[in-house]
C-alpha cells in the first residue's frame, strides 16, 4: 500500500466516517424519526433489528438496523419463513436501502466504516482462510465493493476476493467509486434478496462443506 494510501486509511477515512454520519444523522433526523413511527406501526416492536457481528480485528460489536420483517407464528408458535413475514413495506426498506440507516450509529460509535467489508454473521469465523481474514483488518463497511459487484447475489468465493482486494487496496479514490455506484445499485433496486437468510444459508452451506 502506498504512503498516501497508508495516510488515509489510518487517519483520514476515520475523521471523514465522523464527519458524514454526524452531519447525516442531524440533517436527516426528521427520517429517522419518520421511519421509527412507520416501522413501529406496520411491522411492530422492537423497531431495531439488531444482531452482533465481527468487526475491526474481529471484535464483537451490535449491528443495528430497522426491523423488515413481522413476528407472524405457525399454530405451534415457529416464526414463519422470512418470505411470509416480510410485508411490501419492509420490501421497501430493503430495496431502497433504508433498514441500513441505523448503522451510521455504529459508524459514529467506531463500530463501521462508510465503505469496507460488510460485515457477516459471527459463526462464519472459522470457515475463514487466513488471506480471507483480511477483511477484517479495516473496519466493516455500510457498503463495499462486494456489495457494489453483485450485493446479495455474489458467490462466497468472490465476495470474499473482493473484500480482501478492498482492503489492500484502500484509497480516497476507490470510496468515492464504491460510493457513487451504492447510490447506482440502491436506484436501479437490483440483485436484493427477498430473504436474506437464503442468500447466507447458501453462503454458510457451501463454506461448511469445503471444511468437511
Given at each position: 500500500m502506498q504512503?498516501?494510501?497508508m495516510i488515509y486509511s489510518k487517519y483520514i477515512k476515520r475523521l471523514l466516517d465522523i464527519?458524514?454520519?454526524?452531519?447525516?444523522?442531524?440533517?436527516?433526523?426528521?427520517l429517522y424519526l419518520i421511519l421509527v413511527i412507520l416501522v413501529r406501526i406496520k411491522l411492530g416492536s422492537p423497531v431495531l433489528f439488531c444482531q452482533e457481528r465481527p468487526g475491526y480485528n474481529e471484535k464483537i460489536f451490535k449491528l443495528y438496523k430497522f426491523r423488515t420483517m413481522t413476528d407472524k407464528r405457525d399454530e405451534k408458535g415457529n416464526l414463519l419463513p422470512d418470505s411470509e413475514r416480510l410485508t411490501k413495506f419492509g420490501s421497501m426498506l430493503r430495496s431502497t436501502s433504508l433498514d441500513e440507516l441505523p448503522e451510521m450509529f455504529?459508524?459514529?460509535?467506531?463500530d463501521m466504516s462508510l465503505i469496507g467489508p460488510r460485515p457477516l454473521l459471527v459463526e462464519y469465523l472459522p470457515y475463514y482462510t487466513e488471506e480471507e481474514r483480511l477483511r477484517h483488518s479495516v473496519r466493516?463497511?455500510?457498503?463495499?465493493?462486494?456489495?457494489?459487484?453483485?450485493?446479495?447475489?455474489?458467490?462466497?468465493?468472490?465476495?470474499?476476493?473482493?473484500d480482501v482486494e478492498y482492503v489492500n487496496h484502500i484509497s480516497f479514490i476507490m470510496d468515492v467509486r464504491i460510493i457513487i455506484?451504492?447510490?447506482?445499485?440502491v436506484f436501479k433496486k437490483?440483485?436484493?434478496s427477498v430473504d436474506t437468510n437464503v442468500v447466507e444459508g447458501y453462503l454458510w452451506?457451501?463454506?461448511q462443506k469445503r471444511a468437511e
Open positions: 504512503k498516501r494510501s464527519l458524514i454520519s454526524l452531519t447525516f444523522i442531524v440533517l436527516f433526523s426528521w455504529n459508524i459514529l460509535k467506531g466493516p463497511g455500510l457498503t463495499g465493493l462486494a456489495q457494489v459487484s453483485g450485493r446479495n447475489y455474489l458467490a462466497w468465493d468472490k465476495r470474499l476476493a473482493r455506484k451504492t447510490i447506482m445499485v437490483e440483485d436484493v452451506d457451501e463454506r
